[in-house]
């Protein structure tokens, strides 16, 4: 009886406001749903603290690399390069992320011009370093590999505003899934002569312009990703080519789908619906009848998806002295290169507009200062 008592309760809620009904389930018992956000905002923090330790003591080395003009090399050797980069995967084991705070190692790609000066550079943990020039030689034997000074931490103590410099930045975020591939290099290849047009030619000409005021940085942080990242795609094939895909919830997935149950639950008791038999009916797969586009779409799908994945971040600074800062003709220029591997059916970058030097409504200079200090200290760290 008092279970019948409790379901006429909340119906009697619900039927006042959606507000009530909340409230008469948090105060009945609902409050235990609350439980795995509180805990997983401790488990946060805690990691958070735990990760900050374990990151103090780390060091890190910035790797020169300079590669003869001469040297003839296809960019199927700088697939190889990432291939071995993958090499600093560890997974840690749960006692050490949670107790020791340890975490995946990170390596910054970058490209940068200081005036017209450009270099390529590393940024890598300095026990991997044996690992990166080793995959550098690996590929390009040529090569000259140097420390250096970390260029980005002579900003360390400049704050925005300033008097003398003014910056411009973003993070970039993909156009669509991440199961999408971007334009890869055989597509940059000339269908009659089999020649390649290298896309990063644009950026370093845009590079090596710049007057001895200007410096722009171009960065991409990686992280090497489990083998098993590209699992969740499988569902997104068997979507496109019209296959049956049951998808496997974690356990947090199946955790905040309680209260969901648990309201539909209390729906079905209070007003059952007819019984319909089942049918077991599967969908057919429609690949053989798929038009060439949407087949070359699934085809790069389970191409990328097959390949070693890293967890990525790519980041644009532009920086100079006020009297030459040119944030029109350098960011419209920066955005134009970037967008030659962007394709309209599958994948590409744009801006984060979280992550941007540009902001709207109110209080903006204060929020944009905000924002540009931050996305300095985001490059320093190469998190």
Known sequence: MSFVLDIQGALDAASVSPTFFIWWVLVHGGWVFLLPWVGWLVSVMW???????????????????????NTEQTPR??????AHFSGMHNDPKKEDKWIAGEMEETIG??????????????????????????????????????????YA????????PNDSYDIWGAELKLTNLQYYPIKVYHEFEDSVSGEFKDPMASILEIFAKLNPDEQCWFQVAITPANNDWGKPGEALVAKLIGAKHKATLRWWEKILAVPGQFISLLATTAAPTPTRPETNLIPVSQMLHLPPGKRSIVEAIERKTGKIGFHT?????YLARKH???????SGALFGAI????TLEM?????????????????????????????????RMRG
């Open 347 to 379: 994948n590409g970058f744009k801006p984060n507009k979280k992550k941007m030097t540009k902001v709207y409504g109110l209080f903006k200079k204060a929020r944009l200062n905000v924002r540009k200090n931050k996305l300095m200290r985001w490059y």
């Open 77 to 82: 050797a700088v697939e190889q390069m990432f």
């Open 47 to 69: 990691l958070e603290w735990r990760r900050s330790i374990w990151d103090s003591k780390r060091r890190f080395v910035l790797l020169a690399i300079d590669v003869p003009r």
């Open 109 to 150: 790609l970058e490209i940068i011009s200081l005036g017209g000066y450009v270099q390529f550079l590393i940024h890598v943990p300095a026990n991997f370093r044996d690992l990166v020039e080793a995959a550098v030689y690996a590929q390009y034997p040529e090569a000259e590999i140097t420390e250096v000074e970390d």
């Open 339 to 342: 967008k030659q591997f962007n």
């Open 153 to 160: 931490m002579r900003w360390r103590g400049v704050k925005f």
């Open 324 to 330: 030459a800062f040119n944030k029109p003709a350098r």
């Open 313 to 317: 971040r790519v980041r644009l600074i």
